[in-house]
């Protein structure tokens, strides 16, 4: 710890050097992204390690992450990442004798859709409690929140890197503020919050008081108190998971407040205990929030200004909302997985189900998009294909995690089905939903995993052929099932030469799919200028999920046949595709519509082909 501490301090540019290594060739890219006291900078096609995108903008990035190194970039998606920048989220930064008693608060995200979601339940208590005041850089804030990702080894290390130059700025506070490093009105108080605070809460409080408070996932509410308790020369954790708990009803302090889209956390937990996976230790057991409160949430968010929704949830297709069930619903035994699946859970009382779910916010929201990750590929009953079909308003795009591509990897990882099942599900989606979009995860190297297990993984990507995934080299958890029974045997070089070529064998294969486009017409949602060219580029996404990019001019707005405008953010934009490559596609924007009425065009198109 020293040795980085050290690091830290002699360098008046915190810098942190990434090389992205493409492994099919020697060529290597290096990025430096620099801080400068309270400035910021960073390359504009790459987000800064420690700054955030708000939660509402999610990247769309395939990655390939390696087990003790960075990770290797294909495409923009949902990664680790900070949640608040000085530029995008414009907090009100105070002066001194503003400050309010209970102190700012600075916030970082690492992790999924989840933490970033939580962290604005974590705002929204906080803000209850009187801490209203939210600074863009650690050396003005009180109260620092650090809300962790456990899921692989180098997502935890990028969060102990943080917490050494966290260490540096509470513990040599009275030296940071007399060279005005620091503007803090007092040394700060730590927060680590998340999956790495239920995880390794022990390590953590005994890392040399580098943290104040550990605050697990479902103990959120319980925060203020803990930070109250520092003030008595106490160091707080409460780290209980719940069997309850789903903060159904706290209304999330949104991040970005301009922005056209949201997260929606429907459900947490997961019940599935994957070999691998050290998900339900962390977040517990399955429990699902009433419909009631969603559609409530997703109201005022329409009132609000946003277009689309992501529902999330550890195990998201899984949602069953069983708190009306002694007088709505019937108990029972009839809970539908997907042909050929099977589950170590057992549901005691069915509820309302994922597709209930859907179909009720999807009826009620006419003008919205409705988007949900992440699922497992044994909770896509027909039931749910099918209405997702049928309405317009639920984006063509299923996210489908294979983790590998051979059945008796597959039967290692407790998956709960085979290579040939999955291939079935995927051809029944596509037979129901013929215009899908389908994306995935995949390990490579998990333990036993041979040469000839790994090549069906390359075989099961080709004949799939994935429009994003999401490529990791396994790295084991400690307290998973496979901590417990198996040996991490696969070394590091043969994991990233097969890391490698699960890269290659995908780029393959999402190039065909993203050509497929060419020719048609999108649905485009506009989130903003592209920022290679924000003075004469829009970019947003289809309703597959595809990065779209065309050029900001007047066109006609459909419901007002006598105008011509610059499509806004939040417009919905039909584009003609006329090129792509393996990230984007690139249009000619044709007009400013709705949803409705795109879907109504489509319909009467298709009759008339009909005909």
């Known amino acids: 710890m020293a040795s980085s501490l050290s690091s830290v301090v002699n360098q008046p540019h915190l810098a942190q050097r990434l090389k992205l290594h493409r492994p099919s060739s020697l060529t290597t890219l290096t990025i430096f992204f620099h801080k400068h006291k309270h400035q910021h900078q960073h390359n504009a096609s790459f987000p800064h390690p420690y700054t955030s995108s708000p939660r509402s903008r999610p990247l769309n990035l395939i990655m390939a992450s390696r087990t003790h190194s960075p990770s290797y970039t294909l495409r923009r998606h949902f990664i680790p990442q900070a949640t608040l920048t000085a530029s995008e989220a414009q907090p009100r930064l105070v002066p001194d004798t503003e400050v309010p008693p209970t102190g700012r ?27 209203g005041e939210i600074v863009s ?27 050494n130059y966290f260490w540096f700025l509470k513990r040599h506070w009275k030296s940071n503020v007399a060279t005005g490093r620091s503007q803090s009105m007092r040394p700060p108080k730590v927060v680590v919050l998340g999956c790495m605070a239920e995880r390794l809460k022990e390590k953590i409080l005994d890392s040399d008081k580098m943290v104040d408070v550990v605050c697990g996932p479902d103990a959120y509410r319980d925060l203020p108190r803990l930070l109250e308790e520092v003030d008595y020369g106490q160091r707080g954790i409460n780290t209980l998971l719940s069997l ?41 057991r399955e429990r699902s929030r009433p419909v009631e409160s969603i559609v409530r949430e997703v109201a005022e968010l329409w009132k609000e200004g946003v277009k689309e929704v992501m529902l999330l949830g550890q195990n998201v297709n899984s949602y069953n909302d069983a708190s009306g069930i002694e007088r709505e619903v019937e108990s029972g035994s009839n809970w539908k997985l997907s042909e050929g ?36 590929p044994k909770d896509f009953p027909d039931d749910l294909l099918y209405l997702m079909r049928e309405r317009h308003n639920i984006c063509k795009l299923i996210h489908l995690p294979a983790q590998t591509g051979s059945s008796t990897v597959l039967e290692r990882m407790r998956r709960g089905y085979t290579r040939e099942a999955y291939l079935d599900l995927v051809q029944k989606i596509r037979s129901i939903i013929p215009d899908v979009a389908l994306s995935s995860d995949f390990i490579c190297g998990f333990c036993g995993e041979t040469e000839e297990e790994h090549s069906e993984t390359l075989t099961l990507i080709k004949a799939v052929g994935y429009d994003m995934a999401f490529l990791f080299a396994y790295s084991m958890r400690e307290k998973t099932h496979a ?31 993203f050509d497929s486009q060419i020719g048609t017409t999108q649905l485009v949602l506009v ?64 007009a400013i519509t709705k949803l409705t009425s795109f879907d109504n065009n489509l319909d009467k198109e298709a009759a008339a082909c009909s005909m």
């Open 341 to 376: 699946f099977s589950s170590m859970a057992k549901v005691k009382n069915m509820g309302l189900r994922f597709s209930d779910l859907l179909d009720r916010l999807s009826s009620e929201f006419p003008e919205m998009r409705f988007r949900f990750t992440s699922p497992h």
């Open 105 to 131: 608060i600075y916030h970082e995200t690492y992790g999924c859709q989840m933490n970033v979601n939580d962290m604005e339940i974590v705002l929204s208590i906080m803000k209850n409690a009187g801490y």
């Open 137 to 163: 850089v650690p050396e003005s804030a009180e109260i620092i929140f650090i809300n962790t990702c456990a899921i692989r080894d180098n997502a935890e290390q990028k969060v102990w890197q943080r917490l």
């Open 244 to 284: 309850e708990e789903t903060y159904a009803d706290i209304n999330p302090v949104r991040i970005s407040k301009n922005s056209v889209t949201a997260f929606v956390s429907v459900m947490r937990g997961c019940n599935n205990m994957c070999s691998f996976c050290i998900v339900p230790f962390t977040r517990g």
């Open 527 to 590: 989130e903003g200028p592209n920022k290679r060219a924000p003075d004469t580029e829009l970019m947003g996404k289809s309703d597959k999920g595809h990065r779209v990019l065309f050029v900001n001019m007047p066109i006609p707005d459909r419901e007002d046949i006598n105008t011509k405008r610059n499509p806004v953010v939040g417009d919905y934009v039909e584009v003609h595709i006329t090129r792509s490559t393996r990230a984007s596609l690139f249009g000619e924007a044709l």
């Open 483 to 513: 901590h417990r029974n198996y040996v991490d045997d696969v070394p590091e070089e043969i994991k990233q030469r097969r890391l490698a070529e699960l890269i290659e064998t995908f780029r393959e294969s999402t190039g065909q799919c």
